[in-house]
T-cell receptor
Framework: GAVVSQHPSRVICKSGTSVKIECRSL??????MFWYRQFPKQSLMLMAT?????????EQGVEKDKFLINHASLTLSTLTVTSAHPEDSSFYIC??????????????FGPGTRLTVL | AQSVTQLDSHVSVSEGTPVLLRCNYS??????LFWYVQHPNKGLQLLLK??????LVKGINGFEAEFKKSETSFHLTKPSAHMSDAAEYFC???????????FGKGTHLIIQP
């Protein structure tokens, strides 16, 4: 149980284009979804937290106009990287929580999406 | 504020020998602590978590971790390493609320045949 999928697993795009990444909780309803970014050989950095039907909360330093997050339903969140540039190339990982993402809540992670911007 | 320090970026052990991955944390709250494993090209998988119940936590695949408040540590151990344990391991602290999850930098576990 508690499976999270991401699509696509890999995407290559040209500089200046936009890319949408989907995150789905397959067998549970996720009250809260999280988006992370992982640079090579480094840890995960939280980008934003989203709750279904409300605006995402972005971490300091993350441009909300560049990284658009939509949490349309309890099983789907999307991250759109707008006007992508080579420095946006990274591994993007989503996670989902059954509840509000509190201290004791477990987050279930997707397999990640490798974005390469040429 | 909270932080996590994984003391070793790489650990190499022989198959069949014990594994010790070290983690120290700091948190303004009574934290929850997690260990996740990440295999190449796969998502993070939860190994175990501590949430203020028993200090010795047993997880999947024979892993366990002990919460030691006096040492602010949450080291991950396994009595006998298997080749399939080779992966990246992340220690994670959650103070809850606005702090969310904080990840350590990861420890790359190498298993020698």
């Amino acid at each position: 149980g508690a499976v999270v999928s991401q699509h696509p697993s890999r995407v290559i795009c040209k500089s200046g284009t936009s890319v949408k990444i989907e995150c789905r909780s397959l067998d549970f309803q996720a009250t809260t979804m999280f988006w992370y970014r992982q640079f090579p050989k480094q840890s995960l950095m939280l980008m934003a937290t989203s709750n279904e039907g409300s605006k995402a909360t972005y971490e300091q330093g993350v441009e909300k106009d560049k990284f658009l997050i939509n949490h349309a339903s309890l099983t789907l969140s999307t991250l759109t990287v707008t006007s992508a540039h080579p420095e946006d190339s990274s591994f993007y990982i989503c996670s989902a929580s059954l509840s509000s993402g509190g201290r004791t809540d477990t987050q279930y992670f997707g397999p990640g999406t490798r974005l390469t911007v040429l | 504020a909270q932080s996590v320090t994984q003391l070793d970026s790489h650990v190499s052990v022989s198959e069949g020998t014990p594994v010790l991955l070290r983690c120290n944390y700091s948190s303004s709250y009574s934290p929850s602590l997690f260990w996740y494993v990440q295999h190449p090209n796969k998502g993070l998988q939860l190994l175990l978590k501590y949430t203020s119940a028993a200090t010795l936590v047993k997880g999947i695949n024979g892993f366990e971790a002990e919460f030691k408040k006096s040492e602010t540590s949450f080291h991950l151990t396994k009595p006998s390493a298997h080749m399939s344990d080779a992966a990246e391991y992340f220690c994670v602290v959650s103070g809850g609320g606005a702090d969310g999850l904080t990840f350590g930098k990861g420890t790359h576990l190498i298993i020698q045949p």
